[in-house]
């Protein structure tokens, strides 16, 4: 009887660490993940889009919103998604706790851990593209929803975050130049020493494309595609680049190092390449927006880091599943998708589209999460059942 007694206690303490080791991990656990944007209104639902990223085996999922059909649809799947807190809500977060936990526990908590939700990215390009209000209610709301997770006891669940655009540096150019633009830095500051504390990431939307748009005369677009060129060479580094997101990485980690926080990690939380685009936007075509997008899964999956940090591995979410047709902007702004709005590949760079996908689903749901996740804390929730109705019937 005692024997069992302690087989008993011993499966339950087991259970509770497995529990507890399966949800401590980082908001990013691979080194490629993806942007789900949804503004469109000819995507598919977001079951079948669980379905889509299942099939194509992407584990890590960035929403720009904390949407509950999304996070419902992806219960289960074994995804690993980052949340987001538009913009419009940064001043109802800054300016309350209260609000800050309220929508932690009705976006986040609830839906933990069946959802598997590794971060929340509070806002998107504030600082050096809002005014100083937004950027100070930035810092607020950033402040208080880690506050939230924290009374929650999700701090080591949940990685807090914001992504920054190119706007916050002053110059990048060559890289080991770049430093942090005046007009961002006393908000700045502020996000980098609680990221610091909480162990955050920099996060850095890192478009390539953009650069080489601005100055098509001086840039060699081989050098913004991942191709064979000559690259650039940093004089006060000696370091050597062959393209161009790497560069942009090793500029925003210059530009920390010379605001004291050389330690940090960058990731880019958006890189991508556009289809298609107006007329002055001639290198929007599916060959470029193929090129990159296919060398950029390749230069992931070799897990090495930048010229200035090789020990650290790059990690990148392109941008994005779908083009979007209700994008307001240049024509581009709705052509970064790797899948049509039916869900059939834009272009092949090694994915398979939503139709062909059957065959692929069916096995995941055997050998995937399922058989993993959700079998393995069933089967020992049930072996303590049993057991414990077998101790008192005895």
Same mark, same amino acid.
């Given at each position: #009887? ?8 011993? !499966?339950?303490?087991?259970?509770? /660490? ?9 908001? /990013? ?10 503004? $469109? ?29 999304? !996070?419902? %649809? ?24 209260? @609000? %800050? #936990? ?24 504030? +600082?050096?593209? !809002? ?13 208080? +929803?880690?506050? =939230? ?13 914001? &992504? ?6 002053? @110059? ?18 502020? !996000? *980098? ?10 996060? +850095?939307? %890192? ?37 161009? *997101?790497?560069?942009?990485?090793? &500029? $925003?980690? &210059? ?44 230069? +992931? ?20 599943? /779908? ?17 049509? %709005?039916?869900?059939?590949? $834009?272009?092949?760079?090694? /994915? ?5 996908? $059957? ?26 059942? =049993? ?8």
């Amino acid at each position: #009887m005692k024997s069992l007694w302690v087989f008993v206690r011993f !499966l339950t303490v087991f259970v509770f /660490f497995f529990r507890v080791a399966s949800l401590t991990v980082q908001g /990013f656990t691979g080194t490629y993940g993806i942007n789900y944007g949804r503004i $469109a209104d000819n995507i598919p639902s977001p079951d079948k889009v669980a379905t889509l990223l299942r099939a194509a085996k992407i584990k890590n999922i960035r929403i720009y919103d904390a949407d509950q059909s999304v !996070l419902k %649809a992806f219960s289960g799947t074994g995804l690993e998604l980052v949340v987001g807190l538009p913009n419009g809500f940064l001043k109802n977060m800054s300016t309350s706790e209260d @609000n %800050a #936990m309220s929508w932690i526990k009705e976006n986040v908590q609830s839906f933990l851990p069946e959802t598997k939700i590794r971060g929340i990215a509070v806002g998107n390009e504030v +600082l050096g593209v !809002l005014d100083d209000e937004s950027s100070e209610a930035l810092v607020g709301a950033v402040k208080n +929803l880690y506050s =939230a997770i924290q009374k929650l006891h999700l701090d080591d669940v949940i990685q807090i975050t914001t &992504a920054h655009s190119q706007a916050v540096f002053a @110059n990048s150019y060559p890289p080991s130049s770049c430093i942090f633009n005046d007009n961002v830095v006393q908000y700045m500051k502020q !996000l *980098l020493e609680l990221f610091s504390k909480i162990g955050s990431p920099f996060c +850095l939307n %890192a478009y390539p494309f953009l650069a080489y748009m601005s100055d098509p005369e001086n840039i060699d677009i081989n050098y913004a595609l991942f191709q064979p060129t000559q690259g650039i060479y940093d004089p006060k580094t000696k370091l050597h680049y062959d393209n161009m *997101l790497d560069a942009q990485i090793d &500029a $925003a980690y &210059a530009a920390l190092e010379d605001a004291g926080f050389k330690n940090m990690e960058v990731i880019v939380t958006e890189t991508g390449w556009a289809s298609r685009g107006d007329d002055h936007e001639a290198a929007a075509t599916v060959n470029n927006a193929r090129t990159y997008n296919y060398n950029l899964r390749k230069r +992931l999956a070799k897990k090495k880091g930048t010229p200035l940090m090789p020990k650290r591995v790059v990690k990148g979410y392109v941008f994005a599943i /779908f083009n979007e047709d209700l994008k307001s902007g240049a024509a581009s702004e709705r052509n970064f998708g790797l899948f049509k %709005a039916d869900g059939s590949i $834009a272009y092949d760079i090694g /994915f398979h589209g939503l139709e062909s996908s $059957a065959a692929d689903t069916s096995r995941l749901f055997f050998k995937g999460i399922p058989a993993r996740g959700w079998f393995w804390s069933h089967f020992f929730a049930s072996a303590i059942s =049993a057991l414990t109705l077998l101790l008192l019937s005895s």
